[in-house]
T-cell receptor, first 113, second 110 residues
Framework: DAGVTQSPTHLIKTRGQQVTLRCSPKSGHDTVSWYQQALGQGPQFIFQYYEEEERQRGNFPDRFSGHQFPNYSSELNVNALLLGDSALYLC????????????FGSGTRLTVV | RKEVEQDPGPFNVPEGATVAFNCTYSNSASQSFFWYRQDCRKEPKLLMSVYSSGNEDGRFTAQLNRASQYISLLIRDSKLSDSATYLCVVLGFGNEKLTFGTGTRLTIIP
């Protein structure tokens, strides 16, 4: 049973560029959440997608946007990259209505230079 | 005030020692509580859920005090393999958002 799959694993981008990160949830899960983890910090909630809609959003600017597809997979897009966007981006899947059972992917490490 | 606060450490303790981590949360409406473990450059993994009645899993004991909004984790007879960052995590009431503390870095010394 495949867990949460994220791609790519590592990425280097230049300031001002745009990036798209991808996530495939664990089988049976229909909800995808995205987190940003800066070095030395805990993960910070970006947003959550359920039924192809953004259900909740954390304190992140509009440069951060996302999408969920009918197969429950999700993308995180970041526009106009800043050096401060360098972080580990984690995707977590879960089943709607259940507060437990979150599964995290291994993350995408984004470096902005 | 941060929603979830924990001592960032680092904690450097000898093998076999007992170590305790503490965490406080600000939202009294929070409904569920967890400890996650994160190894260097890896994703967080659920260590255990935390209940008011206290729960134990082998060498690990977690406790929740709702009145004080305080969560604890105790590791007994620590092993080298326990070296990691331990994250205190809270799930809000009525939402699916996990709120993480900064994490406490633990290094077990041989």
């Amino acid at each position: 049973d495949a867990g949460v799959t994220q791609s790519p694993t590592h990425l280097i981008k230049t300031r001002g560029q745009q990036v798209t990160l991808r996530c495939s949830p664990k089988s049976g899960h229909d909800t995808v959440s995205w987190y940003q983890q800066a070095l030395g910090q805990g993960p910070q909630f970006i947003f959550q997608y359920y039924e192809e809609e953004e259900r909740q959003r954390g304190n992140f600017p509009d440069r951060f946007s996302g999408h969920q597809f009918p197969n429950y997979s999700s993308e995180l897009n970041v526009n106009a990259l800043l050096l401060g966007d360098s972080a580990l981006y984690l995707c977590a899947s879960s089943w709607a209505g259940v507060g437990y059972g979150y599964t995290f992917g291994s993350g995408t490490r984004l470096t902005v230079v | 005030r941060k929603e979830v606060e924990q001592d960032p450490g680092p904690f450097n303790v000898p093998e076999g020692a007992t170590v305790a981590f503490n965490c406080t949360y600000s939202n009294s409406a929070s409904q569920s509580f967890f400890w996650y473990r994160q190894d260097c450059r890896k994703e967080p993994k659920l260590l255990m859920s935390v209940y008011s009645s206290g729960n134990e899993d082998g060498r690990f004991t977690a406790q929740l005090n709702r009145a004080s909004q305080y969560i604890s984790l105790l590791i007994r007879d620590s092993k080298l393999s326990d070296s990691a960052t331990y994250l205190c995590v809270v799930l809000g009431f009525g939402n699916e958002k996990l709120t993480f503390g900064t994490g406490t870095r633990l290094t077990i010394i041989p």
